[in-house]
């Protein structure tokens, strides 16, 4: 086995350059000032954001082996079609089984941002509940597909997410759609399938890879904006009355200022 072929891109180039225009119209939107209190929401600057949804982009190609199951006729090197999706089966020689692993852009590191974003607010108790719930609704909707692994829609993630993160917190809806989104996806969809992938003949099963990556990026660009803008534009009408309508009356103080002092 060849531990080069563990690493590949979880979707073939087009659907993955649709992922990949997504994050530079973010990148513009972000630039041009437009979303900046999405990511204020979300504890984190825009700046960091970005570098992290870069990282979990170019870190969907790695993914980390942890444990093999032998005794299975391997598929290899072919396209998987699901719900509209299509997800690469890698090319692989001499291999000995499906080997279970870690995507590092889908698992290793939305699990390290969740984390964060939970001491941070200190949303335990919501994150563990909007973890859950879209736990539970995933783990419904995954199915396990030959040569693939474990597949999902994907915006059952980023819809479930958003309404959860809404109803158990206007405040903290951005942090806990993003929670909720990463490792309720993680759990429902790949770890509580683990006993569902004897048989499928996936050369590699990744978790956080092919057949869930697609759910959990859409999670982070969609879902965390999503659940930010209603506070948002609350917020930023908010701070922008009391300014612009104290502008005439200070025009007013101005002129008649000026008035007096003329001879």
């Excluded at 990148?27 to 504890?43: F, T």
């Excluded at 509209?84 to 080997?99: E, F, K, S």
């Excluded at 569902?196 to 956080?208: H, R």
């Amino acid at each position: 086995m060849h531990l080069s072929q563990l690493h590949y891109l979880p979707l073939p180039a087009p659907f993955f350059s649709i992922l990949g225009l997504s994050f530079l119209v973010l990148v513009a939107l972000i630039q041009a000032g437009m979303l900046q209190y999405a990511y204020v929401r979300l504890g984190i600057s825009a700046r960091t954001a970005l570098l992290l949804l870069l990282g979990s982009l170019l870190g969907s190609y790695l993914n980390l082996p942890l444990v093999e199951l032998p005794g299975q006729e391997i598929l290899s090197d072919r396209v998987v079609d699901y719900v509209g999706m299509r997800y690469l089966v890698p090319v692989v020689v001499d291999w000995p089984g499906t080997i279970i692993a870690v995507n590092v852009g889908g698992a290793l590191i939305p699990t390290l941002i969740s984390v964060y974003l939970l001491s941070k607010n200190r949303l335990w108790g919501r994150g563990l509940l909007a973890t859950a719930v879209v736990a539970a609704v995933c783990h419904w909707l995954a199915r396990p597909v030959p040569g693939l692994g474990i597949a999902l829609p994907v915006f059952v993630p980023a819809v479930s997410t958003d309404l959860v993160a809404l109803l158990l917190s206007r405040q903290y809806a951005a942090p806990l759609a993003y929670v909720g989104g990463s490792l309720g996806t993680l759990a429902g969809a790949d770890l509580l399938n683990l006993g569902n992938l004897q048989g499928l003949g996936a050369p590699v099963a990744s978790i956080g890879g092919a057949g869930t990556f697609d759910g959990i990026f859409v999670t982070a660009v969609l879902a965390v904006l999503i659940a930010s803008i209603p506070r948002g534009l609350r917020g930023s009408q908010t701070n922008q009355l009391p300014a612009s309508a104290g502008i005439p009356e200070a025009r007013a103080h101005s002129a008649r200022e000026a008035g007096r002092n003329q001879p």
